[in-house]
């Protein structure tokens, strides 16, 4: 069996995600009007890393990151893959359903009210990354799908009126975020090739590369 790995899946699909809104004008444009635009842009183009761990593994690696001067630019906008995640294995193939626990996060002003997080947070950085990330999860050909999105707990999380002291703590930073429980993807057979790709593209946006460099 070939040696797998469900999180360089996902930094696959991520990688795949920040690629393709790199190159919609419209995102791009829109996404000037933000107001960390000089925070979630490098080059005029979108930030996007893929942290796998758990809570307090990437709470490490940002309380580390907000020591840097351009820590921001490699913390935000980024997707937490939560571990441990829950795989199903069996049949011919031995790989099967791989549930994941997705959250995608978004800097944001502390004292910002919902409707300024709307804006800023939400609509020009949030929903365009799912919105894109949904697109991708169904383009890339890694997974067994069903017509349309397959099937999730989401969630619109707004910080406003809840004490962001905690996030401070745990994360040297405030952020919003939209949080994916119980995405259930089934892998298709896929072969060596296939994975090396997924390897090479994972590496281009996780913790691990990034912060090393």
């Known amino acids: 069996m070939i040696n797998f790995s469900a999180n360089r899946v996902m930094g696959s699909v991520i990688y795949?995600?920040?690629?393709?809104?790199?190159?919609?004008?419209?995102?791009?444009?829109?996404?000037?009007?933000?107001?960390?635009?000089?925070?979630?842009?490098?080059?005029?183009?979108?930030?996007?890393?893929?942290?796998?761990?758990?809570?307090?593994?990437?709470?490490?690696?940002?309380?580390?990151?907000?020591?840097?001067?351009?820590?921001?630019?490699?913390?935000?906008?980024?997707?937490?893959n939560m571990q441990a995640i829950h795989q199903q294995r069996g049949g011919a193939d031995y790989l099967s359903n791989i549930n994941y626990s997705?959250?995608?996060?978004?800097?944001?002003?502390?004292?910002?009210t919902t409707p300024e997080r709307e804006k800023e947070a939400f609509?020009?950085?949030?929903?365009?990354?799912?919105?894109?990330?949904m697109n991708?999860?169904?383009?890339?050909?890694?997974?067994?799908?069903?017509?349309?999105?397959?099937?999730?707990d989401y969630y619109e999380v707004f910080t406003t009126g809840e004490s962001t002291g905690h996030l401070i703590k745990r994360y040297g930073d405030n952020?919003?975020?939209?949080?994916?429980?119980?995405?259930?993807?089934k892998l298709r057979l896929l072969c060596e090739k296939d994975f090396l790709e997924i390897e090479n593209e994972s590496k281009k946006v996780t913790e691990i590369f990034i912060f090393k460099k």
Request: proline share 7%.
């Open 16 to 80: 795949r995600t920040r690629e393709s809104l790199n190159k919609n004008i419209q995102f791009l444009d829109n996404i000037k009007r933000c107001y960390f635009y000089p925070t979630v842009v490098t080059g005029g183009k979108i930030n996007l890393w893929h942290y796998p761990g758990t809570q307090n593994e990437i709470s490490d690696i940002f309380l580390k990151l907000a020591e840097k001067p351009t820590g921001r630019k490699l913390k935000f906008p980024s997707v937490f």
């Open 102 to 112: 997705l959250i995608f996060t978004a800097p944001v002003v502390s004292h910002w």
């Open 123 to 133: 609509d020009f950085i949030l929903r365009p990354i799912y919105n894109e990330f």
């Open 136 to 152: 991708q999860v169904q383009r890339c050909g890694y997974f067994d799908l069903p017509y349309g999105i397959p099937f999730h």
């Open 175 to 185: 952020f919003d975020a939209i949080e994916l429980w119980n995405l259930k993807l």
